[in-house]
C-alpha cells in the first residue's frame, strides 16, 4: 500500500518509520529529486501530490504533515469543504504504486490533544492508508528498557543492563533526548563501544527526574538523599538544584492541598502530568503532613536567599545541611 499515515506524540519513532521507507525506495541517486516534504498543503496541492506520475527516476516518496488540518496553529485552522473531499478521496483512490504519501501529524508531548476521529478528512484517510498511532512511552512502561536497549544497539553501543536502567531514568522517556545524547556517548568512549554509568554521569546532560527530587524532599535516608545530592552537584550549581526543588515542591503542594478533593486523574490533567505518576506521588506524600511540606518550602527559599546574598561560604555544604534537615531555622 503506497499511502501511510502515522500520527501521535512520539516524534522520534514516526521520523524512523519515515527514514525507514524512504529508504527503501528510493534510489540513493535520486534522494534530492524524489523525497518530498509539505507542510498543510492546500487541497489543490495535495490532489496533485496524489496524482504525481512515475518518474524515469524510479519511486517518489511524499511526507504531508496535516497537523493544520486537525489542529489549530497560529489560532488557524484549515478545513475543507464537502466537494473538496470527495475529490481528495478520488484522488487516493488512483495513487500510483511508485507514489508513495506518507500523511503525518505530529502532537507535541506537553499537550493534551488527539485527533477528532469523527471528522471527513481523517475518515477519507483512514480508509486508504495504512494507519499506525504513536503514542509517547510512559514512565511505567514495561517495554521502554527493550526499546532503549534496541537504540543502543542501532548505534553500536553496548550496555549493562543497570546501566541501561540509569540512563532512563535519567533522562526519561523522550526518545529524541536519548537519542541526542547516545551520539554524546558514542564519540565520548570511542574507540571503545561500552558505556558505564560513570560515563553517563560525566558526558550526559541530566534531566530533572520528578521521582528523585521528590524523594529528596520527602525522603528520610539522609544517606541516600546525600548520595543522589552529590551526583547532581557535580553537574550543577546549588542555586539550579533549588530550582527544580521549587518546581517539584510546587506540584507536591498542589497535590496535598487538593488530594482530598479532587482525583488523580483531575489532578494530572492540572499539573499537565501523566496520571500514574501522579497516583504514585499521592501516595509518596499521604503520610506527610500539609504544614510540613510548606516548612520545607520555607527552608529552601530561605536558604536561596542566603546563598544568592553571600551569606553562605560553602554553598554546597549548605544545601545539603538543609536538606538533611540539619537546620530547624535557615
Do not use: R
Given at each position: 500500500m503506497p499511502i501511510y499515515f502515522f500520527y501521535g506524540k512520539e516524534e522520534y519513532i514516526i521520523s524512523g518509520e519515515i527514514n525507514k521507507l524512504k529508504n527503501k525506495l528510493i534510489d540513493p541517486a535520486f534522494m534530492s529529486v524524489n523525497f518530498r516534504i509539505f507542510y498543510s498543503p492546500t487541497m489543490d496541492n495535495l490532489i496533485e501530490i496524489c496524482n504525481t506520475a512515475p518518474l524515469?527516476?524510479?519511486?517518489?516518496?511524499s511526507v504531508v504533515h496535516c497537523e493544520n488540518y486537525f489542529f489549530k496553529l497560529k489560532n488557524k485552522k484549515i478545513d475543507f469543504s464537502d466537494d473538496q473531499i470527495k475529490s481528495f478521496d478520488f484522488a487516493l483512490k488512483n495513487v500510483s504504486e511508485s507514489n508513495t504519501i506518507i500523511f503525518v501529524c505530529n502532537i507535541a508531548r506537553e499537550d493534551n490533544k488527539k485527533i477528532d476521529a469523527r471528522t471527513k478528512f481523517f475518515k477519507v484517510i483512514t480508509s486508504h492508508a495504512n494507519v499506525k498511532?504513536?503514542?509517547e512511552f510512559r514512565d511505567y512502561s514495561k517495554e521502554f528498557n527493550s526499546f532503549a536497549i534496541s537504540m543502543l544497539k542501532e548505534k553500536n553501543l553496548?550496555?549493562?543492563?543497570k546501566t541501561v536502567n540509569y540512563l532512563t531514568q535519567q533522562l526519561g522517556v523522550n526518545l529524541r533526548l536519548i537519542d541526542s545524547e547516545l551520539e554524546k556517548l558514542k564519540t565520548a568512549v570511542y574507540p571503545e563501544d561500552k558505556i558505564t554509568i560513570k560515563d553517563i554521569n560525566e558526558y550526559c546532560s541530566l534531566k530533572e527526574n520528578f521521582f528523585e527530587f521528590a524523594d529528596l524532599i520527602t525522603g528520610t535516608d539522609k544517606n541516600a538523599i546525600l548520595k543522589y545530592l552529590d551526583v547532581i552537584l557535580e553537574k550543577k550549581h546549588?542555586?539550579?538544584?533549588?530550582a527544580l526543588l521549587q518546581t517539584?515542591?510546587?506540584?507536591?503542594?498542589?497535590?496535598?492541598t487538593?488530594?482530598?478533593?479532587?482525583s488523580a486523574k483531575r489532578l494530572a490533567e492540572e499539573l499537565k502530568m501523566p496520571e500514574y505518576p501522579v497516583k504514585l506521588m499521592l501516595e509518596k506524600i499521604r503520610n506527610i503532613e500539609l504544614k510540613e511540606l510548606s516548612n520545607i518550602k520555607h527552608n529552601i527559599t530561605q536558604a536561596?536567599?542566603?546563598?544568592?546574598t553571600g551569606k553562605v561560604k560553602n554553598p554546597e555544604y549548605y544545601l545539603e545541611t538543609v536538606l538533611i534537615g540539619g537546620f530547624e531555622n535557615v
Open positions: 524515469m527516476f524510479g519511486n517518489i516518496v498511532e504513536y503514542n553496548k550496555a549493562d543492563i546549588p542555586l539550579e538544584v533549588i517539584n515542591l510546587h506540584k507536591l503542594l498542589y497535590l496535598k487538593y488530594e482530598k478533593e479532587k536561596e536567599y542566603n546563598i544568592k
